[in-house]
């Protein structure tokens, strides 16, 4: 037996031509991943998230333009906005994102990403959906976007990879904080201790897939089938026992992305998979 998992944040529909979603949500359950967020980076990717959604059981779909997929030319954001806002009022969405800033890619100059972000944030509101945080070396920027809206964050800081304690400002903020394979890597000595630092009611996993694959899958393509050997990594760094926190991360996913189906989804908490799973 091994726990149910959700993975909080992952993108199905990357390179699908090679890599069938049938296929990869297979292994996914036969390794106790029932749960999956599927997260859009563009407008493409955010219809095809609620496609897989409404398809597959366990898969939920979250809709946003990545700060580094934001459109350049004049008018252009207006224009993907207004789709995006288009594609919430259709509903089978669970979350607004991925959204937030990234300065370690400049593509995208700053005000544009802002601008981007700020709508974003607006959209969630308006929507009552959790929005997903892409943060990537501006956590300043960030936290200073968040405090300015007045009003506590419903979301989640995806795939956190800040100081130990620049996560408090964040939790401070109302946030969940996600933590991603990057957990498991020998060096990260910092993330662990930002992992410990975080409630255990606020607490998600992810894999980030098809990034960012944990120990012992580093350097491969990443999928959620690899989620359990973050959930180690949790574990080990937490002292916690890792069914328990199992079922607390798919708890706190069910809150913040709407409730297991009846009868479906992870409800039972323990799944059996196969011994080459
Ligand atoms: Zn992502």
Known sequence: MTPALF??????????????????????????VLDLL?????????????????AEPGVRASAGIHPNDLPLAPGALGRE?????????????????????????????????????????????????????????????VRDVLRSLGRPAAGVMHCWSGRA?????????????????????????????????????????????????PQPRRGRRNEPAFLPHTLAALAAARGEDPEALAAATRANAYRLFGPA??????AAGMVTISPEA
């Open 165 to 213: 304690e620049e996560v408090d400002d964040f939790l401070d903020l109302g946030l969940h904080v996600s933590f991603a394979g990057n957990l498991s890597y020998k060096r990260n000595e910092e993330l662990r201790e930002a992992a410990r630092r975080v409630p255990r009611d606020r607490l998600l996993l992810e894999t980030d897939a098809p990034f960012l694959a």
């Open 38 to 54: 599927c997260v859009g980076v563009d407008l493409a990717s955010s219809r095809r998230a609620a496609e897989i959604a409404a």
């Open 7 to 32: 993975d909080s944040h992952c993108h199905l529909s990357w390179e699908e031509a090679e890599h069938p979603v049938a296929d990869t949500l297979e292994r996914a359950r036969a390794a106790g």
């Open 261 to 266: 189906p009846a009868g479906g989804g992870s």
């Open 81 to 141: 906005l207004a789709g995006l806002e288009r594609l919430l009022a259709g509903g089978g969405f669970a979350a607004v994102g991925e959204t937030g800033l990234d300065r370690h890619w400049d593509r995208v100059p700053a005000a544009i990403q802002e601008e981007g972000f700020q709508a974003q944030l607006e959209l969630a509101a308006a929507h009552g959906l959790p929005v997903v945080i892409h943060c990537r070396e501006a956590i300043d920027r």
